[in-house]
Structure formats: structure tokens, C-alpha cells
């Protein structure tokens, strides 16, 4: 029996501390506790997540919970959603399954973890675009799923063949490593039959999820969503935001940007949503950093409504293969509003508005694979839900893929990323030719 989980748990508590007073771009999920128990079958499994769902409710986030386990049937770690915490969202990307990757990649060497196919993840809804990549991009390949999600999960036509992959080799993968198993139940509400790849072996016999369980997992999610959803959908309109540049340069709002970044507000762009060459350097920098923390040199910008430069920063894919430009510039930014908040800075959401309302500037495009599947999910769990049209929110400079493959694919998504009243994930190349050149000229190669 191995419960390694707990030394973990117990420094990210210490860090979580930490980072509620000190601002800095170190980044760290909260957890869950971990309580050692081994799992016999797949409504075992689920009711090990059941068990998160519950704590995230009474969090006031979304309801859901994860776990991994050996192929022992010891769990090695659970988690639940925390995008929201102290009534705030304190993280847009922290689902279950993308701080589950996280934790794995993190905690891999020091811990001694079993290698990805040999770990069982249990969700207790279906993966969202975010996740899915996650957890191809990691390799888990032992997936079991409760309940669906017609909305945002990659299942979201219960097909489990994920149309959304289609062309890419993703979608073979997720056919692979994706179980929906069985409920069993008396009502047609709460039961199904078993869809996508078999269940691990390492359930034995026991593939089912009971009904009572399963609608646990699936009521509770349905339950909060309208009420959490509302609870981050309080920011400002557009036009009550502050110029940050009229702060005082004694204003912890400034000093927190500046503690996130320290470049931050040196440039603005000369339309607020369409930055021109002298964005290149931010992020030809950040590029550079990016290859020495493990990444192929690339870069994202955050620039606010007024056309500020926020930030602009490296990936961290030595520490985790999904800690992208993008997914780190989206959670700092986060957390730069989350901390100045908890820290009683009542106009911080009046200088730092909800990220509808700002641009996120990739130095290279995204490509079409587990990474960027994760990226366009994120962004749209950094949206939350419809954006303002008049204007691209999402944009890259260098291209990877064709403008043509990447509107097919933000097309194909499920409807919460591609349906006309929701988010709309779709990624343009910025208008501007000085500042695509200047990246061309500039970016760092890699032979990666
Ligand atoms: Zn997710």
C-alpha cells in the first residue's frame, strides 16, 4: 500500500498560505483532502468522486471531482473543481482534471508515480475540451467517465466516438481511453448502457456505476451551474473600466501588476484590440524564456481594453507539458484579480476587468493537437460564456496551422466553444503585417 499523496497535500497547503499573501508568479491549485481508501470496482471508483462533488458544491464552485488511482486500486489523488473559492473565481482553468495533470506531472519524480498507463483517472462528469487535451497531452489512457455533459464535455453527443476530434489522431486516442460505463438503475433517467473503450481490467468484474451514484454526480453539476455561473458574472461593464495607467505608482493595484510583470503597462497598443510591432519585443523575451523552461518558444500577451500591456509570458512546460503561454497568462491573470481581492482592494475589478473585455496575443499560433485542443478550451473557461463580437479577442502572430484548419476545428467543437451565443473560441491572426514580421524576425527557432 502506497499513500504518497500526503506529503504532496501537505506543501501545497503550506504554499496555498503562502500565495494568499504574497502576489508572484508562482502558481499553485488548492486541494482537496485525500482520504486513503481502495477502490474495488468502477462504483467505487465513482463514488471516491461522488465524495469531491459534494465538497466542491459546498466550496460554492462547480460541482465536480476527480481521482487517480494505481493499478493496486490505491487512490493517489482527488480533487474537485475550484474555479470559484471565497465566492470569486480564483482560477477559470482549475477543473478536476486539468489540476489532476498538473499534480501528476509535478509530482511524478518526487513522489514516484506510476507511469500514465498505469493510472485509472475517474472524473465525475465528462471532460471538457480543456481537459480532454490535458489528459491527451498527458497520456492517460484509462479514462472512466459518470455523468455527460451535452454542453461543454468532448462526449457531448453521447456518440463516444468525439466528432469534435475528427481528422486528428486525438479522436483515435480519446476512442481508446475514454470509458462511459454502464448504470444500473430502474429508471430510465439514471441508467445507461456502456459506451467507448472498455473499462480498465484493473476493475476485475465490477464495470458498473450504481444509479444512485451516478445521479449524484450528475444532479449536483446540473444543480450549480446556474447558481455559480451568476456568482462569476458580477464584473463590471466595459465602460465603468479604469485606464491602470492613471494609478498612482504607489497603488497596491499597480504594484501587483508590476509584481506579475514587471513590463507591464510599458506599452499600449495603438487601438486597444490591435497591437502593432511594438508588442514584439514582449513577447519575443517571453519566447526566449519560454525555451529555457522546456517549451518550443512561444509566448502569449494579455493586453486590456484600453490596450494595455498586461502581461506577456513563457510557458512553463518543464514543470507540466500543459503549462502553456497561454493556460499560465490566463491563470496569472486570475489570480492577479483573485489576490488583490482577497486582499481587500476593492477597485481592483475596476482597473482589472473580466477578460472578455481584453486580447490575448499568441507570438506562434496554435496547433492542432492535445496542447492546443487544452488552449482553446481554456479560453473558453476564461470567457465563461458569450463575449463582446465587435472585436477578436483571441489572436496569434506566426502561423502553425492554416486560418482555414483552425476555424474548422473551433467550428467542430462542442456547442459551448462553438455555438453563436456562447463563447465562440475562434482564433484570428492579428490585422497587423509589422508586428507578424517583426515576430518572424524575431521569435527564437527551435528544433522541437
Ligand atoms: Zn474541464
Known sequence: MRFTWKKGAILSAVSILAGSVILGNVLQDTHADAVPTTINGVQDAVYETADQVLHASDQGTFSVGGMLMDTDGNVVYVQHNNVVNNDLTFDPTAHGERQMIDWYYENKESQNLPEPENIVLVTSLDPCAMCTGSILQAGFSNVVVSANDTYAGIN???????????????????????????????????????TGAPVSSVFGENVAIEDQTYALTSTAFDATLSDVSAKINTDL????????????TTDPIYLALKAAYPHALEYTAPSPNAPDEGLAPYLIEAAEQDIANGGDGNAVALLDTFGNLIMALPGNQAVSEIQTPFMLTTRGYAKLRYDL??????????????????????????????????????????????????????????????QAELDAFADGLPPFYSADDSVNVHIKQTANQDLIAALEAGLPTTSK
Not at 476512442?175 to 441508467?191: H, I, M, N, R
Not at 461593464?237 to 492613471?246: A, C, F, R, W
Open 341 to 402: 481581492q482577497m486582499n481587500g482592494v476593492a477597485d481592483a475589478t475596476k482597473y482589472l476587468g473580466h477578460p472578455k473585455y481584453n486580447t490575448f496575443i499568441y507570438a506562434k499560433g496554435m496547433e492542432i493537437n492535445p496542447q492546443g485542443l487544452a488552449d482553446f478550451g481554456a479560453f473558453g473557461s476564461t470567457m465563461e460564456g458569450a463575449i463582446p463580437t465587435d472585436r477578436t479577442q483571441f489572436q496569434y502572430g506566426v502561423p502553425r496551422a492554416t
Open 156 to 194: 457531448y453527443d453521447k456518440s463516444a466516438l468525439f466528432p469534435s476530434l475528427a481528422g486528428t489522431s486525438m479522436q483515435a486516442a480519446a476512442q481508446d481511453s475514454f470509458s462511459y460505463p454502464a448504470v444500473l438503475g430502474l429508471t430510465e433517467k439514471f441508467s445507461r448502457k456502456a
Open 237 to 248: 461593464p466595459e465602460n465603468e473600466l479604469l485606464d491602470p495607467k492613471t494609478l498612482a
